[in-house]
């Protein structure tokens, strides 16, 4: 079973902004949010609590000035172009320094557009790290909700598209503190494992580390599912057999001179973060061409239907994000260690 959260029942009414726009029904929120803005793109809308003053504020009004170059990394990450998304700057789990993570209530653009993120006084890149970490979520489309290999997907877009500003997140060092089970071969059912993120945390920095770039990985992964492994995500990239994935990531891990000290043990993150300079048109198209390709190597089809199928996702073409309903609840990123306050009922 998964550990995501539902949303406490509520009776009151949706206030209205200025202009009788609605305000989101956020995950846990309760207070009145303050619009801040909208992006230049009219993707991403910011609310703030106001109740925080000034240095809240202006973690929203950085997020705002930000948030167009994150959706465009998120886009090049998936290959896919996101719908639109509203975000709330509050005082999440009770902390104001990111700790208290990020929120959403469903893994695509129409159940999970709502999102929650922890203010960070004084550091608004750890503000825009937790959007994203969100807001890949919703690029999931439905696929990998709940589950360790999503969970430890979404982290990773944070870390290139937020700049390692959540490192204090870290999961991969209790993983080898308590052990090193397998979770290649295996999935965990869950997102609030810190041992299951920390391995798919380190054995994605080892795919990377290997010349396999997070716009092939993520679109490669949401194509599995639920049920995929890291494994099989090893044989789709590799052409390796999958039985190979666990032994030679524990040669890895051994081999590591300063053995695992944070979620990027084998120093893919410099590779990853390349993707993220790229332009958004750029970046799309080669997510595309990767995506496109995968799909087709996963299906058996022959080499001159995937150059045809290639040659198709070369042309430009404006696509709408496709809603997919996952199983609701609101789910929440946190450091290990950080607990939810009892505000939701499990």
């Known amino acids: 079973?998964?550990?995501?959260?539902?949303?406490?029942?509520?009776?009151?009414?949706?206030?209205?902004i200025a202009g009788d726009t609605p305000v989101p029904t956020w995950p846990s929120f309760q207070g009145t949010s303050q619009l801040?803005?909208?992006?230049?793109?009219?993707?991403?809308?910011?609310?703030?609590?106001?109740?925080?003053g000034d240095p809240a504020m202006q973690n929203a009004q950085d997020l705002l000035n930000d948030a167009d170059r994150v959706v465009n990394a998120n886009d090049g990450i998936f290959g896919t172009t996101g719908g639109n998304v509203s975000v709330v700057v509050f005082a999440l789990n009770n902390a104001t320094d990111g700790t208290g993570g990020a929120d959403h209530n469903g893994c695509d653009y129409t159940t999970g557009n709502a999102i929650e993120v922890d203010a960070s006084f004084g550091n608004s890149t750890r503000v825009s790290a937790l959007f994203e970490a969100e807001l890949s979520e919703c690029s999931m489309n439905g696929n990998l909700c709940g589950e360790s290999t999503g969970e430890a997907l979404s982290r990773w877009c944070a870390a290139v598209a937020g700049k390692n500003a959540l490192a204090d997140f870290a999961t991969a060092p209790q993983w080898i503190s308590d052990g090193m089970q397998d979770f290649v071969d295996n999935t965990d059912n869950t997102d609030q494992n810190a041992d299951s993120t920390g391995c798919g945390m380190a054995f994605l920095s080892w795919m990377i580390s290997q010349g396999h770039s997070l716009s092939q990985i993520a679109p490669a992964m949401v194509n599995?599912?639920?049920?995929?492994?890291?494994?099989?995500?090893?044989?789709?990239?590799?052409?390796?057999?999958?039985?190979?994935?666990?032994?030679?990531?524990?040669?890895?891990?051994n081999a590591l001179p300063n053995g695992v000290s944070n979620d990027d043990p084998f120093n893919g993150l410099p590779n990853a973060i390349q993707m993220a300079h790229l332009s958004p048109r750029s970046a799309e198209l080669v997510g595309r061409i990767f995506?496109?390709?995968?799909?087709?190597l996963t299906a058996g089809r022959h080499p001159d239907q995937i150059a045809a199928n290639v040659r198709t996702a070369m042309i430009p073409a404006a696509r709408a994000s496709v809603a997919t309903v996952c199983r609701p609840g609101s789910r929440?990123?946190?450091?290990p260690g950080k607990t939810v306050k009892k505000t939701k009922t499990a």
Request: net charge positive; proline share 8%; glycine share 6%.
């Open 291 to 296: 995506a496109s390709m995968i799909a087709d």
């Open 224 to 253: 599995q599912g639920d049920s995929g492994t890291f494994a099989q995500l090893y044989a789709n990239l590799t052409g390796d057999d999958a039985a190979n994935a666990w032994p030679n990531f524990q040669n890895a891990i």
């Open 1 to 16: 079973m998964n550990h995501r959260l539902k949303p406490p029942q509520s009776n009151k009414k949706t206030i209205a």
């Open 36 to 52: 801040v803005g909208t992006s230049p793109s009219g993707r991403v809308t910011v609310y703030v609590d106001p109740t925080l």
């Open 332 to 335: 929440r990123l946190l450091p």
